[in-house]
């Protein structure tokens, strides 16, 4: 019996969880497409002369991903929410290291949504919201969640609803929330256009 990709995927993310290490290497090039798709709008928010390219943010997160021990992955969407955390957490990572070599200057274009944009200045204004994202997730775990699949991997309010089992009217409602928390948290007023 053929199975399609989409049911591929989820039977090599399923292997995957149970130990079967081989079934990570047969998964990405299934997902491969994907997660660059993913990778690249991660780096449109970075600086110009941004050191990594698409191709290391794919292998830093594969890396980072085959690290886990045991992954459950739910589906195909979780799989692909985990993969742009990591990717996420490899730029913070990035420019956390640059913020403590002091060598800061680069700027950077940050776009939660058509309504809410900044200009983040230096490394340690995406330490910054990266620091109000963490605080946020210990206020709400699912408005965190949701400006991270909107915002860094780029999900649609649908595809948001599918993979944390939601209707998209909680997820706009969760939206709107966050971004006007993290507007505040932020310090916007100062700060954002």
Do not use: C
């Not at 994202?133 to 948001?160: C, H, P, S, W």
């Amino acid at each position: 019996m053929l199975q399609t990709a989409t049911e591929r995927v989820a039977v090599l993310l399923s292997e995957w969880g149970k130990g079967d290490t081989s079934a990570l290497e047969q998964l990405m090039p299934l997902v491969y497409d994907e997660l660059r798709r993913m990778a690249r709008q991660h780096l449109r928010r970075q600086p110009a002369g941004h050191t990594f390219q698409t191709t290391d943010l794919i292998h830093e997160a594969y890396i980072k991903l085959s690290k886990q021990a045991e992954p459950e992955w739910n589906d195909r969407a979780h799989f692909f929410a985990v993969a742009s955390r990591a990717m996420r957490h490899i730029l913070v990572d990035y420019a956390r290291s640059k913020q403590s070599q002091k060598r800061g200057g680069w700027q950077e274009r940050v776009t939660l949504s058509e309504e809410f944009s900044a200009t983040v200045s230096r490394a340690g204004e995406l330490v910054a919201l990266d620091d109000a994202l963490n605080a946020l997730a210990k206020l709400d775990e699912r408005k965190a969640q949701i400006v991270e699949l909107k915002y860094f991997a780029g999900m649609t309010t649908d595809e948001i609803a599918v993979v944390l089992k939601v209707t998209p009217e909680t997820v706009k409602r969760d939206w709107r929330f966050a971004r006007t928390w993290l507007l505040k948290e932020l310090g916007a007023s100062d700060r954002f256009e």
